[in-house]
């Protein structure tokens, strides 16, 4: 049996699953567990289970520290799972890769210092991401770690757009589009290719949750994306306000403000929740549109508006399209917004739907009728892509030294 244990760390939270690499679309998941980290003041809220077993709960102590709870935990829960199942790798999630990491790789320590520069890129997410690397390195030496970033889907682009028009000088600096949410559109892209069974596929891609990005893919490679050197641009989002014109921060700060207060705004209370003054849950702010709350509705007007510019964006770049797919929170759940979309893109050849879109117990599924444009549902599963992502690896790459992976040496150290 092969394996990997995935590793999605975060800034307020941690998700690990082992999955079975089976070389199904759909692989199955032997354990998974949860950390939430947002109530500190009652510890780390810890939930697992094996396979569909019921969920099981306890509590982190956080007396030492984050670091340390989880050290601790995974220290003690690691031997157990491998009592039960061999680990062949471990794949982890990294937002930013830089212009280093252009693909999943394998990674050692020899790494870690190349990885913990671009922090700075994305330190919400990639410190968490790398301090559990180096923690899991310590503990499991002998089998082999993947870094699997959110950027690599996009490195594809062409160097015509993901150059912003300025100066060399601040161009050598690093400074161009990324794009991120790539392991969910590079999702999006293989399960599409898998139901059209068209590998030349004309796709624009949308993954709407709180945060919302999209892409114009073509036979799997990314052609264009809407975020750019961080994920604040684009789309509007839950609380993150998406492109705007730089001369309203230079504006701003003319005005008073200072860097640390703008940042603030732009990340934590814009988007969603500064347009309608209620919340950054399309669900609640959907609500209160209904209710009669005018804000709430220019919320979701503003949302579509950008989305609908995005999706016409992508299809000019792919001179025509043949899917249009959605994942994410709301692109999955939000039926308003699916039958919004829908009527918008009649003219493109989207044809209603004649009976119920989702089968029960499917991983995706057709909103549209069957015509020469379709849009589509596909489920997120970022722990299983990032699975697929370890098992091409080990396929292809493997490791320089393999192990059955059974061992776990090294105690971690204690930080206060």
Not at 14 to 21: I, M, R, T, V
Not at 89 to 114: K, P, Y
Not at 182 to 191: D, K, L, P, V
Request: proline share 6%.
């Amino acid at each position: 049996m092969s394996t990997s244990l995935v590793v999605n760390a975060g800034s307020t939270s941690h998700k690990l699953a082992l999955l079975e690499l089976t070389g199904e679309e759909q692989l199955p998941c032997l354990w998974q567990a949860r950390i939430d980290w947002g109530g500190a003041q009652v510890g780390g809220l810890l939930r697992w289970r094996w396979g569909d077993d019921p969920w099981q709960h306890d509590t982190l102590s956080l007396d030492h520290g984050r670091r340390d709870a989880l050290a601790g935990w995974l220290a003690g829960t690691l031997p157990t799972l491998m009592e039960r199942f061999p680990i062949t790798a471990v794949g982890h999630r990294i937002v930013h890769g830089g212009e280093r990491f252009q693909e999943s790789q394998w990674i050692g320590q020899g790494q870690l210092a190349a990885l913990r520069s671009l922090i700075p890129l994305a330190p919400l997410h990639n410190k968490p991401a790398l301090d559990t690397v180096e923690l899991l390195l310590n503990l499991c030496p002998h089998i082999p770690h993947a870094g699997v970033f959110d950027t690599a889907f996009h490195h594809t682009i062409p160097e015509a757009a993901i150059t912003y028009g300025l100066p060399m000088a601040w161009r050598q600096q690093g400074i161009r589009r990324y794009g991120f949410h790539g392991i969910s559109h590079n999702h999006m892209a293989r399960s599409m290719a898998a139901a059209t069974a068209n590998q030349d596929l004309r796709l624009v891609s949308l993954h709407l949750g709180g945060g919302c990005s999209a892409c114009a893919v073509r036979g799997l490679r990314c052609q264009d994306t809407s975020m750019g050197f961080t994920p604040l641009e684009g789309l509007i989002m839950g609380s993150r306000c998406g492109s705007v014109d730089p001369a309203i921060l230079l504006h701003q700060l003319r005005h008073g403000w200072d860097l640390d207060s703008l940042e603030t705004v732009l990340q934590h209370q814009s988007g969603l929740a500064g347009l309608s003054g209620i919340s950054e849950d399309m669900r609640q702010v959907r609500q209160a549109a209904t209710q009669g709350h005018a804000q709430a509705q220019l919320a979701l007007d503003v949302f579509f508006t950008a989305l609908i510019r995005a999706v016409g964006s992508a299809v000019a770049v792919l001179q025509g399209v043949d899917v249009v797919a959605l994942s994410g929170g709301i692109g999955e759940h939000d039926q308003a917004l699916q039958q919004d979309l829908l009527a918008h893109l009649h003219w493109l050849g989207v044809r209603p739907a004649r009976q119920a879109p989702q089968p029960p117990g499917s991983h995706r599924w057709r909103l549209s009728g069957a015509g020469p444009v379709e849009v589509w549902v596909v489920q997120a599963d970022e722990e299983g892509a990032i699975a697929q992502e370890v098992a091409r690896l080990l396929e292809n790459r493997p490791p320089d030294n393999p192990s059955p992976g059974h061992r776990i040496t090294g105690k971690p150290n204690r930080t206060t």
